[in-house]
């Protein structure tokens, strides 16, 4: 299994609207992609900005590839984990 994250922030009165957005674009992309298993949205506002944490879970690299295609590192604020402990580590 292999977890994918993502940082972004926005000013904080943007919060709650760039959540809905999340939810109608990353995280419904994530669920319709084969190999998906699943995401967490973190928040945390600092002053009068919100950071956003995306973790998402993959089976395979393979699977990932399909959802960000194959030049994996085209987008330079994501980070990619092998999970060796959690609650789905032993799926993959």
Known sequence: MIARTWHGRVPAEKADAYHDYLRRTGLAD?????????????????????????TSLWESWEAIERFAGEDLE????????????????DAG
């Open 30 to 54: 994530f669920a319709a992609t084969p190999g998906n298993l699943g995401a967490w949205v973190f928040r945390r506002t600092d002053g009068d900005v919100t950071h956003y944490l995306l």
């Open 74 to 89: 085209r987008e330079p604020f994501v980070t990619h984990f092998e999970v060796l402990e959690g609650p789905r580590a």
